[in-house]
């Protein structure tokens, strides 16, 4: 364990800066999938109520519909159970709002509710990872559901309505397997070997002072790479490709090892090659692949954290996100606002890892809605002509909505809005100037106030946080380090503790980060820090060069006869 002590003084001086809140980013790979899927999902039960003369029940629809947007990066088998409890939980917590709302029509005890479903939802999907759109959709269907007039025996086919649309969003997220049942896996692994080439390639030319982020994105790629290949069976045809797949990520953790050593161009090869429905590549066959294969399923057969030990952490952010909403909601209702659900919504969405990051998810917030009111009052003309027209509208906004969303929050934001603005017509016709004053009113309540409660909650255990992944950081390199020093019949154990060890880095670098955006803590142990990362990484490397050869020198290109 490193000797060195934590650096001490008061904490640095954090400036809330508005550099970058905006600016765009490339868009996903899969940016149309969850956009395709979203809209698949969502028209065959409006478009059928409409034809019934019921568009009025698209809310209950529209909860189990919306449930297509989770688990694109999943393998299908992962996706399967992930989409499962994900249509559990909306139906949930629809549940629970629709029985509130049949008992007591009392704005104060609704809102109460609203901030209390919407903590307990935050806290479940950082805690079981459940990934994006994470809490905000499910938050956002709760809230709503609140408000809306119910009686008990209205409630069983309410909820009949969101189940059923639930089960068919269910079969839409599975279906592309049928086309290709590896696409995740093999995106995943794509996307590992594209960040260990771009660190390759930044360590050869940039100063070295900036391969640390590059590098960083190496390790945390490779990780989510591996936490996906860990998804998949252990026999099997599918075992099959997942252990090519494992060969091929192993190269990119040789080449964030080893950087001066590698080619960037064969890495993007093997990703390129990886995109289609080819043949996967084959990189040559190591010395030690059949024991890093041992060490892998070792990995697979240990047992997550139990589900109360990962909420603990949590506690702070689920505490800001009750006091925020149960705040913004009371002051929409002082204001005289005829949804206060609305600002509810928008404090849920704010909270994020830390106060920087959720002054970044507010400023974004803002300016999406703001400029997603305007949309509205440019496309409510259309809307009007008919509901036909309006379904349509609310469809293309879907679309948009997730094809945007991944380029920057605000610009997702800027669909999101006008579609949640139409979607209240579908009841029966709203005023525009009050729907667009109220949204925009509740989302400057929502946004101010829903940050302040995150200013006052602070999350004091951040340091603590800090101090635990360093020592566990350091505990997982000296034992990696111990079997360094065994005879190399102990290969299998060493890719066991190897991943352990990435794991480790992986999980302190995440924690300084989201420690180092929070105000009001104590003084991190940035020494320490740094110390662990860079001993760890040299003890990474130096594993990887045992179990592995160099990419250039001794690997193969060849393709493996394994189909998508």
């Not at 999902?41 to 409409?50: D, E, F, G, K, S």
């Not at 269907?141 to 009949?160: C, E, K, N």
């Not at 009111?373 to 469809?395: D, E, K, N, R, S």
């Not at 302190?508 to 110390?531: F, K, M, Y």
């Amino acid at each position: 364990m490193s000797s060195a002590t934590p650096t001490s003084g008061p904490p640095p001086v954090r400036r809330l800066s508005l550099a970058g809140v905006l600016r765009l980013r490339r868009p996903s790979e899969i940016w149309f999938k969850p956009a395709l899927s979203s809209v698949v999902a969502v028209a065959p039960p409006n478009l059928l109520l409409l034809a019934l003369g019921r568009l009025d029940l698209a809310m209950y629809t529209m909860a189990g519909s919306l449930c297509a947007l989770y688990a694109h990066n999943r393998p299908y088998a992962a996706r399967a159970r992930t989409l499962a409890w994900v249509v559990l939980g909306m139906i949930g917590g629809l549940a629970v709002a629709l029985v509130t709302a049949s008992l007591t029509r009392e704005a104060v005890v609704l809102v109460a509710v609203g901030a209390l479903l919407a903590a307990v939802q935050k806290a479940l999907c950082d805690a079981t990872r459940v990934g994006p759109p994470g809490n905000v959709v499910l938050t956002f269907i709760s809230s709503a559901a609140l408000f809306v007039p119910q009686t008990l025996g209205q409630v069983p086919g309410h909820l009949a309505l969101a189940v059923a649309a639930g089960l068919w969003a269910w079969l839409v997220g599975m279906a592309p397997a049928l086309v290709r049942p590896h696409g995740p896996e093999r995106r995943a692994t794509a996307q590992a070997l594209n960040a260990a080439a771009a660190y390759a390639a930044a360590h050869g030319t940039a100063p070295a002072a900036d391969h640390a982020p590059a590098r960083a994105a190496g390790y945390a790629a490779v990780q989510a790479a591996w936490q996906t290949l860990l998804a998949l069976p252990s026999t099997g045809a599918r075992a099959t490709t997942r252990h090519a797949l494992e060969r091929l990520v192993v190269r990119a953790e040789v080449a964030l090892a080893a950087p001066a050593d590698t080619d960037p161009e064969r890495l993007r090869a093997w990703a390129r090659a990886l995109r289609g429905g080819g043949r996967i590549p084959r990189t040559g066959d190591a010395p030690g692949d059949r024991d890093e294969l041992l060490g892998v399923d070792a990995e697979r057969a240990a047992r997550p954290a139990p589900l109360w030990q990962r909420l603990g952490p949590l506690t702070p952010i689920a505490a800001r996100t009750a006091l925020g909403c149960a705040l913004a909601g009371y002051a929409s209702l002082a204001l005289g606002i005829g949804r206060p659900y609305w600002a509810l919504v928008t404090a849920a969405a704010l909270y994020q890892a830390n106060l920087t990051l959720t002054w970044s998810r507010a400023v974004q917030r803002v300016v999406g809605n703001l400029a997603g009111v305007l949309l509205f009052a440019a496309i409510v003309p259309l809307a009007h002509l008919g509901q036909v027209l309006l379904v349509l509208c609310c469809l293309a906004l879907n679309f948009g909505a997730e094809a945007l969303i991944t380029r920057n929050y605000w610009l997702g934001s800027v669909c999101v809005t006008p579609m949640a603005l139409l979607v209240t017509e579908f009841a029966g016709y709203q005023a525009p100037g009050e729907l667009m004053t109220e949204r925009a009113v509740d989302t400057l309540v929502g946004a101010l106030v829903g940050f302040l409660a995150a200013v006052v909650v602070t999350n004091r255990r951040a340091g603590n946080r800090v101090e635990q992944a360093v020592t566990a950081a350091d505990r997982a390199r000296e034992h990696a380090a111990r079997l360094l020093a065994e005879p190399a019949g102990a290969v299998g154990a060493l890719e066991a503790a190897r991943r352990g060890l990435a794991a480790a880095l992986t999980d302190l670098r995440a924690t300084a980060d989201g420690a180092a955006g929070e105000w009001w803590g104590r003084a991190l142990p940035q020494e320490r820090v740094v110390l662990a990362e860079r001993s760890g990484h040299r003890t990474l490397a130096e594993a990887v060069r045992r179990q592995a050869p160099r990419p250039d020198r001794d690997a193969v290109t060849r393709t493996e006869d394994v189909r998508p």
